[in-house]
């Protein structure tokens, strides 16, 4: 009679059992409500996933059922970047675009976190701040456009404002709901021991939140990518998001592909060094 895998647990040890039986646990364990996945499987379905979906854009394109206008072959998109990298400016244009998000977005965390801080734990604060936030943060960036070419004129100033604007009011938000779930019982155990309201809010609310405030970091530095091509339509002469643009213009649509597929790239692994930073620093926090 075949052993059930609640049978191994009292039993004995997977280990212990034979090949077929561990391979019976493997998937059972791969298949249930959080279960387990190694590392080295996890890349394999990751890049198996990334490969499956290029062979389906190759297919259709071979199959000739887009036309190439609107349906680059994967091919051409690769030599359009080799040229783009090569002989044009796309170094330029991916360094420029890379300082703008990167100042739009630290901005935003340097006044959000404080602040994000301060509406997770005093209710006036979150009364007077937290109405302000969600109305703001409904606002379509893009809409902006016109006043900050006037309070910003065309320098980075007004593209930094730009992602700023994309960024800073959710941000705001998720930090102090990440605040806010800090559990009470930490709280009134800091309060028992005759801690000040600054030593709670620095020493317990602070320093419990960090994990879920760099996960919000990560999430909201997606959220500034999204915005650049926004941020470069404000009189921009360079960047990822203005190449695109361009070549809409142009009808360049591996061009496009090529921007937009470098974003994509930069954005992934930006986001991969955060997780890796948060599991460096936060070890303890992980699931």
Known sequence: MTESVSDLAVDGTVADRAPETRQVHDRVSIWTVRGTLGTRLYLAIAVGSFLFWIVVWWAVCQAGLVDPLFLPSPGSVVERF??????????????????????????????????????????????????LMEFARYLPAVAFVPLVLLWGGIGEGSKILLIWIGTFFQMVLMISEDVSRVPLTQIEAARTLGASNGEILRLVLLRSSMPAMLDTLRITLGFAWTYLVVAELVAANSGLGYAILRAQRYLQTDRIFVGIIVIGVIGLVTDQALRLLHRRLFHWARP
């Not at 044009?88 to 739009?104: C, K, N, P, Q, Y």
């Open 82 to 131: 080799i040229t783009w990298a090569t002989q044009e400016d796309l170094l330029d244009d991916v360094d420029i675009s890379v300082f703008r998000v990167t100042a739009g977005f630290l901005l935003s965390a340097v006044l959000a976190v404080p602040l994000g801080l301060l509406i997770g734990t005093f209710r006036p604060v979150r009364a007077f701040f937290e109405p």
